[in-house]
């Protein structure tokens, strides 16, 4: 049986700024230039079969996935703190 993990990370030393820079690094983006073309950009975690909950909290679908997230929250300089659910 596959593990859930919970990744609770916090955000509340950043600027506005930074904070929706790390959100579309990690959840991706819709974009739209000039005709309307639309383009949707993908985030670290598109491949990672992950849920988000309320602001900081993510929900991983399989443990193995966590070493990939924790990494790139790291070289987003953000603290997160990691819990296990049976």
Known sequence: MK???IILY???DKTQVKKVQILRKLFGYRDTSNY???YER???LA???CKRYKKAIIELDDSKDLAKVM???NQL???AE???LR
């Open 10 to 12: 916090d955000l509340k």
């Open 71 to 73: 990494e790139v929250l």
């Open 42 to 44: 993908e985030g670290a």
């Open 36 to 38: 309307s073309y639309q």
């Open 77 to 79: 300089k953000i603290k």
């Open 3 to 5: 593990k859930k993990v």
């Open 82 to 84: 990691v819990a296990e």
């Open 47 to 49: 491949k990672v079969r």
